[in-house]
């Protein structure tokens, strides 16, 4: 449920709903670095393939992976999506096989026969397993995925399997413990942050989204928020609802570099920005 407060703030604006807030489909830029992304991911589920997607914090992973997800068709697929990165290998075995409806059971084997069982209840559908945050799972997590991998070997693969990571991640796969999980890749993609003029975009979009215009936004205040956010979907979508709410809490009916500044003194993770650190942060003795 939304603060009144805010829909208050909203409205005042002529906003048919809070800027920035990512709640809107219309919110989403679909740059091309992202619709080739969408296209991999359809090949991938398609063939029974293997994906590794991966690229900064902030960058938009998990929102591309579910927006993709959510667009699959009921029909022909069955979605899986693990992010819980704490799971041990036999627990990720269950949590697989009770996304797949089934009762989990406390042994491995019964899992297996579980899954099984499952999979061929899917008949023509394709199940696609999505672990986000990859790489905090753990070895035997992600050797208990690709030993399911290979379930009803040498038949097909068991289902489509997607990766998604930090950019350690790849480098993490080649080593030696991972090597046989990294040569059944099928593919990597890396997301890369988004240009000023598709970071202005996106701005511009956001407030389309809610009823408003381009011109609520000043120029100079656009062009802070696409430098401090440094081309990071989440960084940027953070700062600029700061921003907005720093407006129209002022009672100001345009977005302002004074409300930008405002936004990065209070969002955290400024990117763009190299702020420097005081000697205490570092540990140092200011004497030294």
């Known amino acids: 449920m939304k603060s009144p407060e805010l829909q208050r703030l909203a409205r005042q604006w002529g906003a048919t709903d809070i800027p920035f807030n990512q709640t809107s489909a219309a919110e989403w830029l679909d740059t ?135 950019d350690y991640l790849l480098g993490t796969l080649q080593l030696r413990n991972h090597r046989a999980l990294f040569s059944r890749l099928a593919g990597h993609l890396r997301l890369g942050p988004w240009t000023q003029p598709q970071s202005l975009q996106y701005l511009e979009s956001a407030l389309r989204a809610v009823g408003l215009t381009p011109g609520h936004l000043e120029p100079a205040a656009g062009e802070l928020l696409a430098s401090a956010a440094a081309g990071l979907p989440r960084s940027l979508s953070l700062l600029a609802r700061a921003a907005w709410l720093a407006a129209a809490t002022a009672g100001d009916s345009r977005l302002a570099p004074v409300h930008v500044q405002s936004a990065l003194a209070q969002v955290p993770c400024v990117p763009g920005l190299q702020r420097p650190v005081c000697a205490a942060q570092a540990g140092v003795d200011p004497g030294s």
């Open 32 to 166: 091309p670095e992202i619709l080739h992304a969408r296209r991999q991911l359809e090949i991938t589920a398609a063939l029974k393939s293997t994906l590794l997607v991966s690229g900064p914090n902030g960058i938009g992973k998990s929102a591309l992976a579910g927006r993709w997800l959510r667009a699959l068709d009921a029909r022909l697929y069955s979605v899986a999506s693990l992010t819980q990165a704490t799971l041990s290998g036999s627990s990720l075995l269950a949590t697989l096989v009770a996304k797949l409806g089934k009762a989990p059971s406390f042994r491995r084997e019964g899992n297996l026969q579980r899954l099984e069982s499952a999979l061929a209840e899917l008949e023509h559908r394709t199940l696609v397993v999505v672990l986000d945050e990859a790489q905090n799972f753990s070895h035997a997590a992600l050797e208990e995925v690709r030993l399911l991998l290979g379930l009803n070997l040498p038949d097909q693969p068991a289902f489509a399997f997607v990766l998604l990571g930090d």
